[in-house]
């Protein structure tokens, strides 16, 4: 990987030493333009001619994503971020009255308030799966935990508050002996971690564009495994998602486009699309092993500051670093650490309550790395730190 070229492509990096790619990356320069001259053009042209102009290239971003997460171009939905396509995806599901959902304890905010609501809508049992003494989803409770009643697990793979890598792939194994739905929130993978859909064996997978994957904000897609498409009936359709076929009748677009809806924001799309091409050209395995590598370096050297305590978890870690500091809250140090050009984030209890609370924490420092960040950089960041605590 050739770091320097990949930083001169990325004008961010003169700024900023940006640790906060869980939140949303330095987009490269290419992505940038291609949102910014998108929007020229419709500026100039018109948004409907010349969405018709570039009516190729755009469609070209199912084919793109899909050979990226290993799945066919019908199975993908354009979807304005994270949430909506995870959502469009829950909600598709035909739950009735005692039907089991199972999922992580680092489950996302977003999801479990879906489940709580779904609860309450229609009497279905919500059951965490514990997690193994590395703090990882546990393979084998999982195992223990299936019946024929579950009607879905549903999985975050990198939650949003710590180094935690779900073992997405052995939980695929387990769901593929049961009939039941798998339903993974790739949000912080897809970008990050080699993503396969076909190796994870989900029936539906959303992602979002602006974190690992350095898109623009407001971009996002959903998978949804072919197979089951048919017996996912969105929650809302319109007139792009579904076809208004008589006065009295209409008919559901039968591939994952029945998740989308009509208005799209096209400069983005343009946008994610050069994003997933730009980090298929870097290779992702390669991407990976990069920010592990970086990941661990900063985790060996904050363990090494006094009143740190490094509150990752789990076998495998990932780009995620989190840590707190005795006598010293998030805020504070995102708003030091901001004042001396370093961008960070935070991340409370209100958005991963059921592993937060279980490890008595309320809140956590998070630096999230990505391949761009440097040795030079952690350096720089350690330095800072501890002139912070001092
Ligand atoms: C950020 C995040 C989301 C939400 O993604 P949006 O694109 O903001 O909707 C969902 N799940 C996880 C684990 C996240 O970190």
């Given at each position: 990987m050739d770091i320097d070229k990949l930083r001169k492509e990325t004008p961010g990096t003169k700024n900023v030493l940006h640790f906060n790619n869980a939140g949303a990356s330095l987009m490269p320069r290419s992505v940038s333009d291609a949102v910014i001259n998108y929007q020229r053009e419709e500026s100039l042209w018109g948004g409907y001619e010349t969405a018709n102009k570039y009516r190729q290239s755009i469609n070209e971003t199912y084919d793109v994503i899909a050979n990226f997460i290993n799945a066919k171009p019908t199975e993908i939905a354009l979807i304005e971020n994270a949430t909506v396509a995870w959502n469009m995806a829950f909600w598709a599901i035909d739950f009735c009255e005692g039907d089991r959902i199972l999922t992580s304890k680092a489950e996302y905010a977003s999801n479990y308030i879906s489940y709580l609501k779904l609860k309450k809508e229609v009497s279905v049992k919500v059951e965490v799966i514990p997690s193994d003494n590395a703090g990882q989803t546990s393979v084998e409770a999982l195992e223990q935990l299936m019946d024929d009643r579950v009607k879905l697990i549903s999985i975050t793979h990198i939650p949003t508050n710590s180094g935690l890598v779900n073992p997405i792939e052995e939980i695929g194994e387990i769901a593929h002996s049961y009939s039941c739905l798998y339903l993974v929130d790739a949000c912080q993978s897809v970008g990050q971690y080699p993503i396969n859909v076909q190796k994870i064996g989900c029936d539906m997978l959303s992602a979002t564009g602006r974190k690992y994957l350095r898109g623009p904000r407001g971009t996002g897609f959903l998978y949804v495994n072919k197979d089951v498409l048919a017996d996912l009936t969105p929650p809302f359709v319109d007139l792009h998602a579904a076809e208004w076929t008589s006065s009295g009748d209409y008919k559901i677009r039968?591939?994952?486009?029945?998740?989308?809806?009509?208005?799209?924001n096209y400069a983005g799309i343009l946008g994610l699309k050069e994003a997933v091409s730009y980090a298929n050209t870097i290779g992702i395995t390669s991407i990976w092993n990069r920010i592990v590598g970086l990941a661990e370096e900063l985790r060996t050297k904050l363990i090494e500051l006094p009143n740190v305590t490094v509150q990752d978890i789990g076998k495998t870690k990932g780009g995620l670093v989190t840590f707190t500091v005795d006598g010293h809250s998030t805020n504070e140090i995102q708003k030091e650490l901001h004042k001396k050009g370093i961008n960070i984030s935070t991340s409370s209890i209100k958005s991963t309550r059921l592993d937060m609370e279980e490890r008595n924490l309320t809140e956590v420092v998070r630096a999230s790395i990505h391949y761009y960040n440097t040795r030079q950089e952690i350096e720089q960041f350690i330095i800072t730190l501890s002139t912070i605590l001092d």
């Amino acid at each position: 990987m050739d770091i320097d070229k990949l930083r001169k492509e990325t004008p961010g990096t003169k700024n900023v030493l940006h640790f906060n790619n869980a939140g949303a990356s330095l987009m490269p320069r290419s992505v940038s333009d291609a949102v910014i001259n998108y929007q020229r053009e419709e500026s100039l042209w018109g948004g409907y001619e010349t969405a018709n102009k570039y009516r190729q290239s755009i469609n070209e971003t199912y084919d793109v994503i899909a050979n990226f997460i290993n799945a066919k171009p019908t199975e993908i939905a354009l979807i304005e971020n994270a949430t909506v396509a995870w959502n469009m995806a829950f909600w598709a599901i035909d739950f009735c009255e005692g039907d089991r959902i199972l999922t992580s304890k680092a489950e996302y905010a977003s999801n479990y308030i879906s489940y709580l609501k779904l609860k309450k809508e229609v009497s279905v049992k919500v059951e965490v799966i514990p997690s193994d003494n590395a703090g990882q989803t546990s393979v084998e409770a999982l195992e223990q935990l299936m019946d024929d009643r579950v009607k879905l697990i549903s999985i975050t793979h990198i939650p949003t508050n710590s180094g935690l890598v779900n073992p997405i792939e052995e939980i695929g194994e387990i769901a593929h002996s049961y009939s039941c739905l798998y339903l993974v929130d790739a949000c912080q993978s897809v970008g990050q971690y080699p993503i396969n859909v076909q190796k994870i064996g989900c029936d539906m997978l959303s992602a979002t564009g602006r974190k690992y994957l350095r898109g623009p904000r407001g971009t996002g897609f959903l998978y949804v495994n072919k197979d089951v498409l048919a017996d996912l009936t969105p929650p809302f359709v319109d007139l792009h998602a579904a076809e208004w076929t008589s006065s009295g009748d209409y008919k559901i677009r039968n591939d994952a486009r029945r998740f989308e809806n009509w208005e799209m924001n096209y400069a983005g799309i343009l946008g994610l699309k050069e994003a997933v091409s730009y980090a298929n050209t870097i290779g992702i395995t390669s991407i990976w092993n990069r920010i592990v590598g970086l990941a661990e370096e900063l985790r060996t050297k904050l363990i090494e500051l006094p009143n740190v305590t490094v509150q990752d978890i789990g076998k495998t870690k990932g780009g995620l670093v989190t840590f707190t500091v005795d006598g010293h809250s998030t805020n504070e140090i995102q708003k030091e650490l901001h004042k001396k050009g370093i961008n960070i984030s935070t991340s409370s209890i209100k958005s991963t309550r059921l592993d937060m609370e279980e490890r008595n924490l309320t809140e956590v420092v998070r630096a999230s790395i990505h391949y761009y960040n440097t040795r030079q950089e952690i350096e720089q960041f350690i330095i800072t730190l501890s002139t912070i605590l001092d």
